[in-house]
């Protein structure tokens, strides 16, 4: 590549990432109808509007439960402040939660500036979870499974436990209970929420936790290799057989 066309395409990636038009008239040509500055705008306004819609298209809940002119802001807040760097949209939304918490009024954890960070770190588990390393190619039980094999899997004691990396947990400030269950943008209650975000058969799922299922789910390794016996206690092992049927946890 000529040493001119690689620093003329440096300077375009970095007008249009940061919005800038500065040296717009020593790479591009102007006339009576757009400026030189007004086609890198274009450019620039155009790839950003990209980068928004993808942001809509991962955080629908939010989208829909902000409207468009707050999540608008938000959007194009977190454009402005992280600019993509990755080769892959799938980066990009990475930080929108941590972004929304940092950015927020100041205000305890259940005020309702709250909630865009909190809706927002579900919906981003939620894609985590769609391409973490799953246990579908394995032999686990489902939804569905023979009733004989599932008393076979309550009495499964002398087997080890692991969590997979396809479910994940979330302690959040919210109860978005309702809005999961119906996919509509319902208020949350303020109430504190134990959740798991877990793929079973490639299909992903939000599961409200009790505090002891949220406890001894945390403390499972999620490598197979340092699996863990059942701890003495009857109401996991009454449990497990829907945890391991919804892939939240898995013999090693």
Not at 29 to 38: C, I, K, M, S, W
Not at 128 to 143: F, K, N, T
Not at 194 to 201: D, F, I, T
Request: hydrophobic content about 45%; proline content about 10%.
């Amino acid at each position: 590549m000529p040493p001119e066309l690689a620093a003329l395409q440096d300077w375009m990636q970095e007008a249009i990432l940061a919005a800038s038009d500065r040296g717009a008239r020593a790479h591009v040509h102007g006339d009576n109808r757009l400026t030189a500055e007004e086609r890198v705008q274009i450019y620039a306004r155009g790839y950003r509007q990209r980068l928004i819609e993808c942001l809509e298209r991962e955080y629908p809940l939010l989208a829909a439960l902000a409207g468009p002119t707050a999540f608008g802001l938000f959007a194009q807040g977190y454009v402005a402040a992280r600019p993509s760097r990755s080769y892959t949209l799938y980066d990009f939304g990475a930080g929108f939660p941590a972004w929304l918490e940092a950015s927020r009024p100041a205000g305890g954890a259940q005020d309702v500036g709250a909630i865009p960070a909190a809706l927002a770190r579900i919906e981003r588990t939620k894609a985590e979870v769609h391409r973490a390393r799953g246990i579908e190619r394995g032999a686990p039980a489902w939804p569905g499974m023979d009733p004989v094999l599932a008393e076979l899997l309550a009495l499964a004691a002398t087997r080890r436990w692991y969590r997979p990396d396809s479910a994940r947990l979330l302690a959040l400030p919210f109860d978005f209970g309702e809005m999961l269950a119906t996919g509509e943008p319902i208020p949350p209650r303020p109430e504190p929420m134990l959740l798991a975000v877990v793929r079973a058969q490639y299909r992903i799922a939000c599961l409200p936790l009790e505090p002891w299922q949220y406890d001894w789910l945390a403390v499972l390794p999620d490598d197979p290799a340092r699996a863990v016996p059942l701890p003495d206690d009857a109401r996991i092992s009454l449990w497990l057989p829907f945890a391991t049927a919804h892939g939240l946890a898995a013999p090693g």
